[in-house]
Antibody, heavy 117, light 111 residues
Framework: EVQLVESGGGLVQPGGSLRLSCAASGFTFSRYWMSWVRQAPGKGLEWVANINKDGSAQSYVDSMQGRFTVSRDNDKNSLYLQMNSLRVEDTAVYYC??????????WGQGTPVTVSS | DVVMTQSPLSLPVTLGQSASVSCRSSQSLVHSDGNTYLSWFHQRPGQSPRRLLYKVSDRDSGVPDRFSGSASGTDFTLKISRVEAEDVGVYYCMQGTGWPYTFGPGTKLEI
């Protein structure tokens, strides 16, 4: 069974940093692109970033380019999202998701991030 | 970016009746490989999204055949026949043909 378990969320002040992790199991992690998707309170879904199979290429939504960095460790079956210069509007639940053929076929339960002073 | 719109945004239904959610893309979602990468997701309150359909009409494992998808040009439809109580929540369409992936605003189905 595919499992994705996020961790690392919490309360951080504006301008601060946070590193999210996603532990994958139940599939061969290194064979899949992976994504981060976020959902602000009471709002819809917004794709954040993704990373290719070996971690050599990443893509980001424009508003997060330069502030967020996605990475992975295939030996540890783990995905990461380093978030810097956080803004109040980055407050959201962050989900990791597995990419499968131009879609997102499995999602984690999410980790909440609150940016507030 | 490809803009996805949905209607209605709120959908009250009666148990046992059918329901339809519409999704429209701002440009064609036909990929260069000939496939159309339009997916539907269901998010129950307090839960993460779950994929229901991909490539317009292919159902995920375990998804009842009450759920079906169709397309006409840049218009896509999710149909739920014989709505059950467990179907409540928000339905999102998502396109994976263009970069970045983009989602519709969601349609809230309530009994």
């Amino acid at each position: 069974e595919v499992q994705l378990v996020e961790s690392g969320g919490g309360l951080v002040q504006p301008g601060g940093s946070l590193r999210l992790s996603c532990a994958a199991s139940g599939f061969t992690f290194s064979r899949y692109w992976m994504s981060w998707v976020r959902q602000a309170p009471g709002k819809g879904l917004e794709w954040v970033a993704n990373i290719n199979k070996d971690g050599s290429a990443q893509s980001y939504v424009d508003s997060m380019q330069g502030r967020f960095t996605v990475s992975r460790d295939n030996d540890k079956n783990s995905l990461y999202l380093q978030m810097n210069s956080l803004r109040v509007e980055d407050t959201a639940v962050y989900y990791c998701a597995r990419n499968g053929g131009y879609t997102l076929d499995h999602w984690g339960q999410g980790t909440p991030v609150t940016v507030s002073s | 970016d490809v803009v996805m719109t949905q209607s209605p945004l709120s959908l009250p239904v009666t148990l046992g009746q059918s329901a339809s959610v519409s999704c429209r893309s701002s440009q064609s979602l036909v990929h260069s490989d000939g496939n159309t990468y339009l997916s539907w997701f269901h998010q129950r309150p307090g839960q993460s999204p779950r994929r229901l359909l991909y490539k317009v009409s292919d159902r995920d494992s375990g998804v009842p055949d009450r759920f079906s998808g169709s397309a006409s040009g840049t218009d896509f439809t999710l149909k739920i026949s014989r709505v059950e109580a467990e179907d409540v929540g928000v339905y999102y369409c998502m396109q994976g043909t263009g970069w970045p992936y983009t989602f519709g605003p969601g349609t809230k189905l309530e009994i």
